[in-house]
């Protein structure tokens, strides 16, 4: 597999007044040219962390990271954050859950979307502008020639992220990192947002990082996911796999738990007990296991490994679904 | 709120300061000095750390330290009033308008837009001259009159000033889905607003009365110097005024008081800002 | 002014809340109006739970709130238990208001953060002296364990040192403090983690078993409300686009907006992933909203119909309310 973003053992952790927090413990991922990942977590998993570091957007005095992240031969952990930037747009490109603190509210949409066609790939105004109007038409903005002109407060929600993600395609990027891109979204945009993004993915091949707290959102728009639970990536493998035989009790409570359009009407949901864990505080052995129904006393005394199927599902649990005690 | 073990140390030295400054403002007079008033006929224009005079005379023969602990009680007590009233009077008025809204805070926002519009040293200049002459000019004016003049003009200077602070902040508590619930629970508009709404502003109101201590000291000292402020240099603003006539002969008549009012300003604004600072950080956190 | 129908109302005598042409506006500047709720009538039985969906916009918070008379509507009947709360004198709304109790989304802001639990709970029973300070002591232990928590563990702490979890159950502790007979619960998980959630869907069924509570419950999430609700009622723009029983409306959804909505969930299965046409566009401003039918600008079904007349609420199937001129059936 030719990967095109490798994360190896990365662990990312931050000083706070209350302790410290590590956010991102041992995560290894390898991401191949043209694959969609999805990351899905809770609050508190260290997904928005993980993909921050990815892109190699975590630097300061107060974050500890070890671990290499390389991107396309390029190994974002040892470089400037100047250095980092350049990879941006034509090699990876973002859109974020708020699109309005990412979009600058004096500019017109026009100016925004040109500007990186200028300063990246040194087009003229005029080229750039023509460009910026087929990006809208390409995400499917009506009358994306009026919308040249508008500022970004005139925009709907769904419209802004559209721009974003034509803000974000309009260098050929290789890779994708969309971070809850719909959770601000109603249902029907969100649906739309999706949709736009599968067919984006299939015409210009590019590869996708979707990080998500829904595990609905990343069944029908990514090729792999990646379960993360306190921090660590409890559970990996191909999407179709990972839903039809999961492994970790984790991603099957939490399947069970949450509201669902075809739940049996008036029947009592299944909730997972207890609360997420304290991030500076992850202690010994399993984290799930004070909130797991199969968790045996070796749970929580022994951290569990990363362990392997044949078929490469990952999954990190001493009794792993379908396994006999 | 305030954790005193991570005080930094401008933190210690403003609140030292601003400690010694309320004790010599309030014990002041029970130290063993003669009045402020008396006049040491041989030691006219004296230095500083000279026997018997620490940090020297004026050219009238005013013991300076006297004088300056003199002063003290004068402008701190008058930058209290002015800021108590001014914010008592102020919030009362902020928060009122705020948790109405409609008409009474449209009438208010547009008072108090009035009062800021209007430079703060003309306003007080503008009260003080009226309300503190004598019809008949060869009168003199009470002292205790031009005191109460001015700590009244500088408290309507101040009004607006925390007036806009409260009402902002009100507005912004007013909206928490708390006060919704305290309304649904049947509780009355008036205890919302002393349990639920006051409480919460009143953090950031004390931040801005900080900074407002400075501004008043300098707004006393500014009018002193104007010749409208207290009458023979009883505050440190008279003090600076009487001195700047000197200030060739004896410099450091204008420079004593000049640093103590530079260290208090500096004082109450860095407290203030401490104090927003801490603010935030509880924000932030809720 | 053309209502939105009247057919889904029921004249039972179990009913103890019914709204009759709501309307609340909003004024934004000088001759900006925004109607959020428009025209808008329903009922609630006792003991039923209602659930209202709808996307941003819609006015369902609005609605819920007006119910509340948090602001009062504009105009339209309010009657709960027989009175109508429009009319109330204040002092008298203010001691109708307790019988229905509302909770927020956002669980932190819904909690003073100067206050302790103790007090919090303590706030409602203190106001109308529920009992010595004793007796309160006692109900208030017991209204902590009730939600799941240890009341010895939480009464001196602060809101802010809770999980939105956390803070939601004393939310729910706080509203049944004065004995509700209704609860309005406006999108009570939507800020929550989602291996929380059910856990707070299951404890707001719990307490209307155990309580025998109305709930209205508010959410822009057809998914959530499934488990709890015994009837849906989906807005838009202000109106009524769809009420029946959840059995009904998401096995056969009579109109074309509900089946939208439907179909936009996603579903975490990757073998069933439908793939329908979508819903085109987004909604329209409230502030000018179309003639006729709410819905007809986005809507695959739209004709003349729909742009000259507002379709009325009616009976399609059993049970089954719709305002549409062309329903699915």
Known sequence: ???????????????????????????????????????????????????????????????????????????????????????????????????????????????????????????????????????????RIPDAKSMLRKFPYQLSGGMRQRVMIAIAISCNPKLLFADEPTTALDVTVQAQILQLLRELREDLGMAMVLVTHDLGV?????????????????????????????????????????????????????????????????????????????????????????????????YRCLFPIGEAL | ???????????????????????????????????????????????????????????????????????????VFIAI?????????????GITAAFVRGKVDT???????????????????????????????????????????????????????????????TLSWSGRDFVTAARSMGMRDRKIIMKHIVPNVLPALIAVAFLAVGVVIIAEASLSILGVGIPDGASWGGMIARGRNDLEYSPHVLYIPIIVLAITVISTNHLGDVIRASLDRRESKV | MAGSGIAHMRNSTDVVLTVRDLVVEFRLGKDRVVRAVSGLSFDVVKGEVLAIVGESGCGKTTLGRAI?????????????????????PKENLRSARTAIQMIFQDPISSLDPRMTVKQLIDEPLEIWQR?????????????????????????????????????????????????????????PVSALDVSIQAQIINLLQDMHDRYGLSIIFISHDLAVVKAISNRVMVMYLGKICEVAPPEILY???????????????????????????????????????????????????SSVLCTQEEPQLREVSPGQFVACHHPII
Request: proline share 6%; with cysteine.
């Open chain 3, 68 to 88: 509340l008379q948090l602001p009062p509507p504009n105009s339209g009947e309010v009657i709960f238990e027989g009175t109508d709360l429009t009319q109330l």
């Open chain 3, 131 to 187: 009992g010595d300070e004793q007796e309160r002591s006692v109900r208030i232990n017991e209204l902590l364990n009730n939600v799941g928590l240890d009341s010895e563990l939480v009464l001196d702490r602060h809101a802010y040192e809770f999980s939105g979890g956390q803070c939601q159950r004393i939310s729910i502790a706080r509203a049944l403090a004065l004995d509700p007979r209704m609860l309005i619960c406006d999108e």
């Open chain 1, 1 to 139: 597999m030719n990967s095109l973003l490798s994360i190896k053992d990365l662990n990312v952790s931050f000083d706070t007044p209350r302790g410290m927090l590590e956010a991102v413990r041992n995560v290894d991922i390898e991401i191949a040219a043209g694959m969609s990942v999805g990351i899905v977590g809770e609050s508190g998993s260290g997904k928005t962390v993980l993909s921050r570091a990815a892109m190699g957007l975590l630097q300061g005095s107060n974050v500890h990271r070890t671990g290499t992240v390389v991107f396309d031969g390029h190994e974002l952990t040892a470089m400037t954050r100047p250095e980092v930037r350049s990879h941006f747009g034509t090699g990876m490109a973002m859109i974020f859950q708020d699109p309005m603190t990412a979009l600058n509210p004096v500019r017109r949409i026009g100016a925004q979307i040109s500007e990186s066609l200028i300063f990246r790939l040194g087009m003229s105004k005029k080229d750039a502008l023509k460009r910026s109007l087929e990006l809208l038409q390409l995400v």
């Open chain 3, 251 to 301: 096995a056969k959804p009579a109109h074309h907006y509900t089946r939208a909505l439907l179909n936009s969930v996603p579903i975490p299965d990757p073998t069933r992933q439908t793939r329908t046409e979508l819903l085109q566009g987004e909604p329209p401003s409230p502030m000018n909203p179309p003639t006729g039918c709410r819905f007809r600008t986005r809507c695959a079904a």
């Open chain 1, 218 to 314: 990343v069944a029908g728009n990514t090729d792999y996911v990646a379960v993360m639970y306190a921090g660590q990536v409890v559970e990996f493998s191909p999407t179709t796999k990972l839903f039809a035989d999961m492994r970790m009790p984790y991603t099957e409570a939490l399947l069970e738990s949450i509201p669902k359009i075809d739940h049996p009407a008036g029947k009592r949901l299944l909730a997972i007990a207890g609360r997420l864990p304290d991030p500076t505080d992850r202690g010994s052995g399993c984290s799930f296991a004070p909130r797991c129904r199969y968790s045996q006393a070796k749970c929580l005394e022994e951290s569990p490994t990363l362990k392997t199927d044949p078929d490469g599902h990952l």
């Open chain 2, 81 to 93: 009033t002015a800021v108590s009233l001014g914010g008592l009077i102020g919030s009362a008025l």
């Open chain 2, 1 to 75: 709120m305030f954790n005193i073990s991570k005080f930094t140390k401008p933190t210690w030295l403003s609140v030292s300061w601003l400690g010694l400054m309320l004790f010599l403002a309030v014990f002041g007079s029970l130290l063993p000095f003669k009045s402020w008033k008396f006049v040491y006929e041989n030691d006219l224009g004296v230095v500083p750390f000279s026997p018997g005079h620490i940090l020297g005379t004026d050219n009238n023969g005013y013991d300076l330290l006297v004088s300056l602990v003199a002063g003290t009680r004068m402008s």
């Open chain 2, 107 to 169: 009438v208010m926002s547009t008072v108090f837009n009035v009062g800021l519009a209007v430079p703060n040293l003309v306003l007080a200049l503008a009260l003080v001259s009226v309300l503190a002459t004598n019809v008949d000019i060869n009168q003199a004016v009470p002292t205790w009159r031009r005191v109460m003049v001015l700590i009244i003009s500088l408290t309507i200077v101040l009004i607006p000033i925390l007036g806009r602070i409260a009402r902002g902040a």
